[in-house]
């Protein structure tokens, strides 16, 4: 068994995994690593780099010159990118299109799930993203599926996005959201799912500390079962 400790949080997009799994890692003093910025610092590669987000193959022939790289700084997470912090571009809408692209892409999954295995080998972590109790770390003592229905996410993404002065209009969020989910949970490679271990969690109607509070009781129950 490893001598450090994983807690996977997975689910569809805006569901909030990232803000519960923040809170979670900082209550358990684990490392936080969010996938899905890795998979945004290759989708947004890709754009800059002019290849269609239609072509798998270009894709995967390129995967390999997206170098990612994820530091901490002051506890936070940023994201590079061959050398430049890309932590604030990887949030412009266009760049969640490209992400959920690239991230059908085979080659690039590999690449990235080697990279998130070699981080929660060295550090306990909560990791969160689409595959994580399934693929990544499919041994994790802590599983969560996090969701929330599709409305309820749409409106915290338009209420996020408002609040950073980038208006999108919710309707249009909505069929985003839709549309990702689709792509997430019907492509072919490490498909969106719940694993058959993964407790879950429907936030629409829990407030982000229920959430958070209970997946800190679960990991708690998990490690004293350890000791
Ligand atoms: O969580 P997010 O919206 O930042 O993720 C961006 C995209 O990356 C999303 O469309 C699905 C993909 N992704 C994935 O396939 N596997 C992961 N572990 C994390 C994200």
Redesign the pocket.
Known sequence: MSEYFAVAI?GP??AG??TVAKRVARELGALYL???????AV?LYMLRHGVSLDDAEGIAHRAGEARVDVRYVDGIQRVFLCGEDVSQAIRENEV?AA??AV??VPAV?KI?MAR?REIAAGSSVVM?????GTK?LPDAPVKVFLTASAEVRARRRFEELSAKGQPVPYERLLEEIRQ?DH??ATRAA?P?VQAADAQLLDSSDMTVEQVVAAIVAMAREKMEGRR
Request: glycine share 10%; proline share 0%; charged share 30%.
């Open positions: 997975d997009a805006a995994k990232s969010d996938t899905g910025a890795m998979y945004r989708g969640s992400a959920s991230s059908a999954r990235l998130q969160d993203g689409r595959d994580i990544v990702r792509n997430d490490s969106m």
